[in-house]
T-cell receptor, first 114, second 113 residues
Framework: KQEVTQIPAALSVPEGENLVLNCSFTDSAIYNLQWFRQDPGKGLTSLLLIQSSQREQTSGRLNASLDKSSGRSTLYIAASQPGDSATYLCAVKSSGTSYGKLTFGQGTILTVHP | DGGITQSPKYLFRKEGQNVTLSCEQNLNHDAMYWYRQDPGQGLRLIYYSQIVNDFQKGDIAEGYSVSREKKESFPLTVTSAQKNPTAFYLC????????????FGQGTRLTVV
């Protein structure tokens, strides 16, 4: 059974800092890994999608890496801003099921203060 | 604009009532999913559908029912058999199986009164 863990559970940083969010998973049989952002009371916004054959993806100030063999992914946020404050979720899409089950971590709550 | 629309945004249910949450997508995606989100528990899969007129139970299907009569629509009914329905419900879709990206709606907050 796939299990996804995110560390830390919460993070508070001053504006301008570079920061790293961690995601680990137990089963390396995956199609891909997605990072999402969730604002309070809102749905999930997809930030980055890394296919199992890729090592990293970049979008603006965000960079996500994937090490499938060790079951780890990191989301790097450069020059953090108060507007980055949100919950960040990672999810892996397993290749061992017929429908590609998406398993989520419990999220990292990020607060960036001015 | 292409996307997933969930309605209503807020829903209140009395004890013993069935309620239906709407999910519509115009992305031409084959696969659709319903998740439940509770504080501290992450997202859990309720039902999924890979194609019209076909759907399967997820991890926590008890007390819920779905239908998939049209490709763009995947409504979720929360029945009176669901003993703890208060939660945030999220609908998602993807082009299909395999290494495809998932997209989510804005969610429906269901509260039992």
């Amino acid at each position: 059974k796939q299990e996804v863990t995110q560390i830390p559970a919460a993070l508070s940083v001053p504006e301008g800092e570079n920061l790293v969010l961690n995601c680990s998973f137990t089963d390396s049989a995956i199609y891909n890994l997605q990072w999402f952002r969730q604002d309070p009371g809102k749905g999930l916004t997809s930030l980055l999608l890394i296919q199992s054959s890729q090592r990293e993806q970049t979008s603006g100030r965000l960079n996500a890496s994937l090490d499938k063999s060790s079951g780890r992914s990191t989301l790097y946020i450069a020059a953090s801003q108060p507007g980055d404050s949100a919950t960040y979720l990672c999810a892996v899409k397993s290749s061992g099921t017929s429908y590609g089950k998406l398993t989520f971590g419990q999220g990292t709550i990020l607060t960036v203060h001015p | 604009d292409g996307g997933i629309t969930q309605s209503p945004k807020y829903l209140f249910r009395k004890e013993g009532q069935n309620v239906t949450l709407s999910c519509e997508q115009n992305l031409n995606h084959d696969a659709m999913y319903w998740y439940r989100q509770d504080p501290g528990q992450g997202l859990r899969l309720i039902y999924y559908s890979q194609i019209v007129n076909d759907f399967q139970k997820g991890d926590i299907a008890e007390g819920y029912s779905v239908s998939r009569e049209k490709k763009e629509s995947f409504p979720l009914t929360v029945t009176s058999a669901q003993k703890n329905p208060t939660a945030f419900y999220l609908c998602a879709s993807s082009p299909g199986q395999g290494p495809t990206e998932a997209f989510f709606g804005q969610g429906t907050r269901l509260t039992v009164v």
